[in-house]
């Protein structure tokens, strides 16, 4: 029910140590964007139906694709 507007509420906030030192609040929404788009394939991959879950294939994809989006 968090999903996605309060991620940052139920991630493990050890993802976001080594961030703490920016006070611009610019690395917290990029962790958060790709946080999102994590829990997301998580989501889809836990369908009830399994017809209804996302696709091997279309998960890797879509890791690669944040994978490459991702520039600290």
């Known amino acids: ?7 940052l509420e139920i991630a493990d ?4 140590m080594p961030f ?3 006070q611009t609040g610019i690395v ?3 962790i958060r964007k790709y946080l999102v788009m994590f ?3 998580g989501v889809a991959c836990s369908e009830e139906f399994p017809n209804h879950r996302m696709l091997i294939k279309d998960v890797i ?4 694709e944040i994978k490459s ?3 600290y």
């Open 20 to 22: 703490a030192e920016d």
């Open 39 to 41: 829990a997301g394939i």
């Open 1 to 7: 029910m968090k999903f996605p507007e309060e991620i």
């Open 13 to 16: 906030k050890r993802l976001l």
């Open 69 to 71: 989006k991702f520039q």
């Open 28 to 30: 917290e929404h990029k």
């Open 61 to 64: 994809v879509k890791l690669n």
